[in-house]
């Protein structure tokens, strides 16, 4: 450990780590048997010796195949085994008999789209059933609703259009042409598009803060007019070490949003953090404008309320349009392999909607040109070389670390999952000891990461836009 010189006991505050008597835990670790998945039950201690042997002994412990699969840490690309990078999911699929070597690289069952099913695990089903690619699976495996004649997508339905298209080798997108078009109607322009970076640490870096506590950092805000012109129109962020920043990002998020017009975002993150900075603000009377900014973040968002033990969901009158809902009504992409986030989503939609590949592979995009940027002088989002997908444009936040593999590291953390390179750079930025060229270096490349989420947005609605046409 270094310590910063002249660091004085009281500074540092309450002891961090205090003793607490845990006989009881441990009393009931040693006397329960330790949950795994395999076949085999073990004590605490038992446990122990065992794996403590097949380390020693440089021996694989097998597991069986399960849901688990669909995030192993281990999994490996088809480019990377061309580089005899080993693949651990391949061992357990491959090496347990489920598939062949040649049907490894066919759509397993883990690619099945499992949201909305509750505790009823659609891919948990086909294994139990012995089935391991998805062109074997029947809905009857796992569900047995009728489909009923509606102008979105069902969950049941979105799964039966994935494993029919699997089954005939179809790529094309399915579009609910009639639902689209009626939800794109009903915006008001001008359409905006924001995106929030967010921290949640457990040792906070604010004073009063509890651990995990929610910081929002940074935002990004995409505007698209009536005319179809488009401009990166405001950014925030907030990089000084020890400036609490929640309650000046959501007054420069009013600031921004102050043009009426349909806002949107991308699942429930950004209304989660403003619902939860609500909270804080109505816990903190020393904020001049704390009313002021409780009444608008109820303007923007959603919440549940009772009502005689009923329980509903109240909207404020300019509610934030979540896309990724509007994605799983009515558009399905086969090229999205079963993952609807944004990251996903996008490189799907380019290749579904020749349109998009058409504008953002020229220069269009930049401070000074069509399209308008906060960030870029000169950007070029589409092109063969970075495998038409924008976000492999974007440069390493940190050295030795682009930003895919950073967001893999935290994709099991909820809501994080496409902000794990801002969240890691925000922490940095906290310690006073970076030198400045290297913060700015840092800041720089935080507000071109968040401008792609907002003008990854925008892209995803002109394909849809697009796609409402032509029918």
């Known amino acids: 450990m270094v310590l910063t010189p002249g660091l004085t006991r009281k500074q540092l505050g309450n002891k961090l780590l205090v ?37 020693a002994n440089d021996k694989k412990i097998v597991t069986p195949i399960g849901t688990k699969c669909k995030g192993c840490e281990f999994y490996t690309k088809v480019q990377d085994e061309a580089l005899e990078k080993r693949s651990g999911r391949k061992e357990c699929w491959v090496g347990g008999g489920a598939v062949t070597d040649a049907q490894f690289n066919e759509s397993l069952v883990i690619e099945l789209w499992g949201g909305k099913s509750g505790n009823n695990s659609p891919i948990e089903n086909l294994l139990q059933a012995n089935k391991f690619l998805l062109k074997d699976a ?72 509890k651990p ?21 129109k405001s950014q925030y962020l907030n990089f000084e070490p020890g400036e609490f920043p929640n309650f000046e990002f959501v007054r420069e998020l009013k600031k921004a949003l102050r043009e009426k017009g349909t806002i949107f975002r991308y699942h429930y993150h950004e209304n989660t953090y403003l619902r939860f900075i609500q909270k804080q603000l109505m816990n903190d009377a020393k904020v001049a404008d704390r009313d002021e900014l409780i009444g608008f973040i109820d303007t923007i968002t959603q919440w549940k309320m009772n009502d005689g033990g009923k329980e509903y969901t109240a909207m404020g009158e300019r509610n934030m349009v979540d896309l990724y ?145 032509k029918k």
């Open 19 to 55: 003793e607490i008597n845990v006989d009881d835990q441990c009393d009931w670790i040693y006397t329960n048997p330790i949950e795994t998945d395999l076949a085999t039950p073990y004590s605490f201690e038992d446990y122990i010796q065992f794996v403590s042997e097949q380390y």
């Open 138 to 209: 029947e809905r009857s495996d796992f569900d047995n609703k009728l489909i009923s004649e509606v102008d979105e997508l069902k969950p049941h339905h979105r799964r039966e259009i994935q494993i029919t298209k699997i089954k005939t080798n179809d790529t094309t997108p399915h579009i609910e042409v009639d639902g689209l078009k009626s939800v794109l109607d009903s915006f008001t322009y001008p359409l905006h598009f924001i995106d929030f970076e967010t921290s949640a640490m457990p040792l906070p870096w604010y004073e009063g803060l």
């Open 212 to 232: 995990y506590e929610g910081v929002a950092f940074q935002f990004s805000h995409h505007m698209m007019h009536e005319d179809g012109s488009i401009e990166h």
């Open 325 to 469: 809902d509007i994605v799983l009504k009515y558009y399905y992409s086969p090229h999205a392999k079963g993952s609807n986030s944004l990251k996903h989503i996008l490189p799907a939609a380019i290749h579904d909607f020749p349109i998009l590949k058409e504008k953002y592979s020229q220069a269009i995009y930049g401070k000074n040109l069509n399209v308008k940027s906060l960030n870029y002088e000169s950007k070029i989002w589409i092109s063969e070389t970075h495998q038409y997908d924008p976000y492999k444009t974007l440069e390493p936040v940190f050295e030795n670390y682009d930003a895919e593999t950073i967001d893999k590291l935290v994709e099991d953390l909820e809501g994080l999952a496409d902000g794990g390179s801002a969240m890691m750079a925000y922490n940095m930025l906290q310690f006073s000891e970076i030198p400045a060229d290297q913060r700015h270096r840092i800041k720089d490349a935080m507000l071109r990461y968040c401008e792609l989420d907002t003008m990854a947005m925008v892209m995803l609605l002109e394909g849809l836009q697009f796609a409402a046409t």
